[in-house]
């Protein structure tokens, strides 16, 4: 690696660092309705959408009619999206005739978008046509982003209030997360990519005539605007197939560090932004320290694999797979960040990652998405490892576990448990189905151990609502677009519906003050107590399925086997 | 229940129009009244006759021209594509044995460790326009023997094509080939 690649992941963390709290600020200011720099353009509008609706801003909800306006708010999405989808042939803006999507692929993409996965079982640029990517695609971006927040801010509520009843309005917190976070930052990126030579056109695709005679297809449109909310809002559907490896998704340096900054911008600065709402900044920068630290120790390990591969062969075949302006430092760096965060936006094709690498991305989507993880979802996933950590060690040391003054007890244990092991039983369970039901081994594009990764890659990315993909594998079946989308619905609302149900168990708690017995959760010891149970938890249930899918596959490459 | 039915639909529709409408046709009036010339692609023109998009890589066979890096594709651009292949593929030690022999058969003056390994690997678009400084001075012989041009007036295009990292600081330096072929197009 040279020192010039060193500098850039140095840049860019420093620059993840320095924006947190500033950003962080910003959206804490944003979900307890106070005065921000925008407010004077912006609160007309905010006031005028409440006024149409009929949503009065100052009634709030219990957990329970906050659950079921968001299920409600997302339904809806889900139906729309997939009559956009169905019905695409019969509908305007499709200057390429595209007919409409066959069913179970529209199901699973509906699913996908929904749950802020966008996983795509089907390549962009012919499929789909704009008005499907404008209204339905890039709308569920904004709205399944701004759900996530909204279940984190309802989450820290229940944290911060004690004996109350009441988590927020969602229909507020899903509209100040839209018109005061998404929209502004996804406007300002939007301009700077198409500056750098991102498509954003709704002409039809360009015919042109290459230097040697042949013609040839040039697919542009809409892209800038969906690329930015893709990556800002931690959703990664690409506009084009290959995703932000296509030349005009992300053509420059500054249009991939850009994205790549904006992949974990806002996931991280809502560690931030929880550590305002909870009224104890330490607690959110421990949480952000505890994130910062498995990314840097994934990092490593992933540049060490791709810069030293073993034989020969590979360290030639380093460049598979990845782009010739991004090189492999910026490629490793952005499949850390994206499966980091449960964006699963791609710069380069992880299948062609060396073993290690393509097992570290795995890990990351397979622990949960908690290592800063998706809008809103990582933290609140992040959390659900914080209450097992608060538990555990309460369990050692024989007091009664306690969470910021709140008493953390068998009911919340319960709930947390079940947002455990809902998405792993979906990926060991759905990944073990499929390695023996031989339409779905059909799929894989690599023999031995490569093919089985193949597989645990799409239940994983599916049920922890990633969306990237090992891209070899067909993914566009029958049984794996009605599989993995029931995947990514339970990985999700299996999550969100447990986490709000322990926001209002929470919220109606009395705070105890601290005393003498209370175990701090802001120093270096819960630190370090939370980086164990993450690895290990995530460890303990996955091992075996890595080791017989990536570490096999290493520990194979370097004896100079091949398949 | 039902109130908060319709007080959620209302919000979802107004949201809808917001971030489904107006946004995007705002972006893409920004993008058109901003920078016309990269929302449409950054379209390429030589003699007054588009030859292709600046950031989609081109089919090249005539040995005439520089060449691009191999592609899952063929440089065809609806769908974009890449291998996927493992490295412990035999398909793939097979196809880049017969990238490497391709080589080694155009460039015979060139020595066959010198083949630098942007050239034996497809890239992950599949339309990767770019090559790296190596593979386009790996190429400078045979272009100009092709051209019967002095080598080293090639070589000062391919120096003057060079792209640096943006910003001394971002990426990897690049030859856009396009671009290149262009300005040898328009030497003779």
Redesign the interface.
């Known amino acids: 690696m040279s020192t ?1 690649e060193g ?2 992941i140095v ?1 860019y963390i420093a620059l993840l660092i320095a924006a947190t709290p500033i950003l962080g600020g910003y959206m804490a200011r944003v979900f307890t309705g106070q005065r921000v720099i925008l407010t004077p353009v912006l609160r007309p509008a905010e006031n005028a ?1 409440y006024r ?4 009065d801003p100052q009634v709030e909800q219990s957990w329970r ?1 906050y659950a ?2 968001l299920l ?2 997302n339904a ?2 889900f139906a ?1 999206l997939f009559a956009l989808l169905v019905l695409q042939g019969q509908l305007p803006l499709n200057p390429e005739g595209w007919p409409g999507v066959p069913t179970w692929l529209a199901f699973n993409t509906t699913a996908s978008f929904v749950t802020n996965t966008n996983w795509q079982a089907y ?4 499929t789909l046509s704009y008005l499907s990517q ?3 695609l ?2 569920q971006n ?2 399944s982003a ?1 759900t996530g927040m909204a279940v984190l801010v309802a989450l820290a509520r229940g944290l911060a209030r004690q004996s109350a009843a009441t988590v927020g309005n ?2 507020v917190d ?2 100040r997360a ?2 005061y976070v ?2 502004p930052l ?2 300002l990126l ?2 700077v990519l ?10 039809s ?2 015919e ?5 005679g ?1 013609s ?5 449109g ?1 892209a ?3 690329v ?2 893709k990556q800002l809002g931690s959703n990664g559907g690409g506009f ?3 995703n932000s ?4 998704e992300n ?4 249009s ?2 850009l994205q790549m900054l904006s992949l974990l911008l806002i996931p991280a600065a809502l560690t931030f932004t929880y550590g305002r709402l909870v009224g104890s900044l330490r607690q959110g920068w421990a949480i952000f320290a505890v994130m910062l630290v498995l990314f840097c120790a994934g990092l490593a390990i992933m540049l060490v694999a791709e810069y030293e ?1 073993a034989p020969a ?15 492999i430092g ?2 490793v760096l952005w499949a850390m960040a994206t499966t980091s965060a449960s964006n699963g936006s ?4 992880h ?2 990652l ?2 290690a690498a ?1 097992g570290v991305a795995l890990f990351n989507i397979m622990l949960g998405e908690v290592i800063f993880g998706g809008v809103g979802a990582g933290l609140y996933g992040m959390l659900i490892f914080v209450v097992l950590a608060v538990f555990i060690s309460g369990l050692m040391v024989g007091r009664t576990p306690e969470y910021l003054g709140k008493k953390i007890e068998a009911h919340e244990v319960k709930l947390v448990i079940i947002a455990v092991l809902l998405p792993s039983a979906c990926i060991l369970l759905g990944a073990a189905a499929a390695s023996v039901y031989d339409q779905a081994l059909a799929s894989r ?6 093919g089985l ?1 193949e597989i645990l890659y799409a239940f994983s990315s599916a049920s922890q609502n990633n969306g990237s993909a ?4 067909n993914a566009n079946t029958d049984f794996y677009n009605i599989v993995l989308g029931l995947c990514m619905l339970i990985g999700r609302f299996g999550v969100i519906l447990p986490m709000l149900a322990v926001a209002g168990s929470l919220a109606a708690k009395k705070r105890i003050p601290p005393s003498a017995g209370t175990l701090p959760t802001d120093g270096p010891l819960f630190v370090a107590v939370l980086l164990a149970v993450v690895v290990v938890v995530g460890g303990l249930t996955f091992f075996p399925a890595l080791a017989l899918g990536p570490i096999a ?1 290493q520990l ?2 370097n004896a100079g ?3 | 229940m039902l109130q908060t039915f319709k007080t959620t639909l209302l919000i979802f529709v107004a949201l809808t129009l917001v971030t489904g409408v107006l946004y995007p046709l705002a972006i893409t009036a920004a993008a058109l009244g901003l920078f016309p010339d990269q929302a449409r692609g950054s379209l390429v023109s030589a003699e007054g006759q588009v030859i292709g998009s600046k950031w989609i890589g081109q089919p090249t066979r005539d040995p005439r021209y520089f060449w691009m890096r191999p592609s899952a594709v063929d440089y065809a651009p609806l769908p974009s594509g890449a291998t996927n292949l493992g490295l412990t593929s035999e398909v793939l030690i097979s196809q880049m044995a017969a990238r490497a022999a391709f080589w080694r058969e155009t460039h015979p003056t060139q020595a066959a460790e010198d083949i630098p390994a942007d050239l034996l690997s497809a890239s992950a678009s599949g339309l990767d326009p770019h090559i790296s400084p190596a593979a386009a001075r790996f190429q400078i012989e045979r272009v100009a023997a092709a051209r019967q041009l002095d080598a080293a007036q090639v070589a000062e295009l391919v120096e003057a094509a060079i792209e640096p990292p943006q910003f001394g600081l971002l990426g990897q330096a690049r030859v856009n080939v396009l671009l290149l072929n262009r300005a040898l197009d328009a030497l003779e």
């Open positions: 010039q500098l850039q840049l959408l149409l609706s009929g949503l009619g079921l306006a409600m708010f809806l999405g729309v390549a962009g640029e012919v404008m209204l339905g890039a709308v904004f709205l701004a969602f229909g899903a509209t839209v018109l998404l929209l996804a406007s939007a301009v198409v500056s750098q030579g991102v498509v954003q056109t709704l002409a695709y360009a042109v005539t290459t230097l040697e042949e040839q297809e040039i697919p542009v809409p800038a605007s969906q930015a909310i084009f197939n290959t490896a296509h030349p005009l053509p420059t340096s500054l991939n560090f591969a062969t590979t360290e030639l075949a380093a460049l598979e797979g990845k782009e010739t302006r991004l090189g910026n490629s791609v710069n380069a094709m299948s062609s060396s073993p393509g594009a690599n023999a031995g151990p490569h990764s090992f891209a070899g594998f596959e194979l490459l086997r091949t398949f």
